[in-house]
């Protein structure tokens, strides 16, 4: 991406009370939330394959910190306390789906507790997106997540709503439905809570 539009990308996310850090590689935004969040601290993990990739729910749990990760659940029962613990943590580490030019973050959830806890909870809040993520406006944000994000999410997940096959969202109402929450942040009331991280590759979908 080239660099006057990340610095207007920036500075939109600036006036709209979030800040934004750019890193060449996933090491070394792994390496910057393990600096900047304590040890005593208590994180939440949204389910996201840009962090699975970094392993950070690892590196984490390693040194200490207490963590609320669905993914380390054993069964649904406890997959739903961990979803719920993680939306009162210190910290919620999670990706996004789209981050837009003009300043917003758009998402879309089965369940609705990743944009819960963005929306509202932990006290901060750690966004990662590969450079993919980005695109100009957030009506193509909603673009992009209904029908590049939703249909990869719903197969990694094992539904099999329209998009799945088809490839494009149809507005279904079907039962594996995963688009049921979309949120569009476009700004913040307390300065600096959402952090983004922008990692120059594509990471993620
Ligand atoms: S509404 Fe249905 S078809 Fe459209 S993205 Fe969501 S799950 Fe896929």
Request: proline share 2%.
């Given at each position: 991406?080239?660099?006057?539009?990340?610095?207007?990308?920036?500075?939109?996310?600036?006036l709209?009370?979030?800040?934004?850090?750019?890193?060449?590689?996933?090491?070394?935004?792994?390496?910057?939330?393990?600096?900047?969040?304590?040890?005593?601290?208590?994180?939440?993990?949204?389910?996201?394959?840009?962090l699975?990739?970094?392993?950070?729910?690892?590196?984490l749990?390693?040194?200490?910190?207490?963590?609320?990760?669905?993914?380390?659940?054993?069964?649904?029962?406890?997959?739903?306390?961990?979803?719920?613990?993680?939306?009162?943590?210190?910290?919620?580490?999670?990706?996004?789906?789209?981050?837009?030019?003009?300043?917003?973050?758009?998402?879309?959830?089965?369940?609705?507790n990743?944009?819960?806890?963005?929306?509202?909870?932990?006290?901060?809040?750690?966004?990662?997106?590969?450079?993919?993520?980005?695109?100009?406006?957030?009506?193509?944000?909603?673009?992009?997540?209904?029908?590049?994000?939703?249909p990869?999410?719903?197969?990694?997940?094992?539904?099999?709503?329209?998009?799945?096959?088809?490839?494009?969202?149809?507005?279904?109402t079907?039962?594996?439905?995963?688009?049921?929450?979309?949120?569009?942040?476009?700004?913040?009331?307390?300065?600096?809570?959402?952090?983004?991280?922008?990692?120059?590759?594509?990471?993620?979908?």
């Open positions: 991406m080239d660099k006057e539009k990340l610095d207007i990308l920036k500075r939109n996310f600036e709209r009370n979030m800040e934004v850090k750019c890193f060449e590689i996933l090491e070394d935004v792994k390496s910057e939330i393990l600096n900047i969040i304590s040890l005593d601290s208590s994180i939440g993990i949204g389910h996201s394959a840009t699975q990739r970094m392993n950070i729910t690892e590196e749990l390693g040194r200490g910190n207490i963590i609320f990760d669905m993914e380390l659940a054993k069964d649904k029962e406890e997959c739903k306390i961990l979803k719920r613990k993680a939306l009162l943590t210190d910290w919620y580490i999670t990706g996004s789906n789209a981050i837009s030019v003009d300043g917003r973050i758009i998402n879309i959830d089965h369940s609705g990743r944009v819960a806890a963005i929306n509202y909870g932990p006290d901060k809040v750690i966004i990662v997106v590969g450079i993919n993520k980005i695109v100009d406006t957030w009506q193509k944000g909603i673009e992009r997540v209904k029908n590049k994000a939703c990869l999410n719903a197969k990694r997940a094992g539904f099999n709503p329209p998009c799945v096959a088809l490839n494009k969202c149809v507005d279904c079907s039962e594996e439905r995963v688009c049921n929450s979309l949120s569009i942040i476009e700004g913040q009331a307390v300065k600096g809570r959402i952090k983004i991280f922008i990692v120059n590759d594509n990471v993620g979908f």
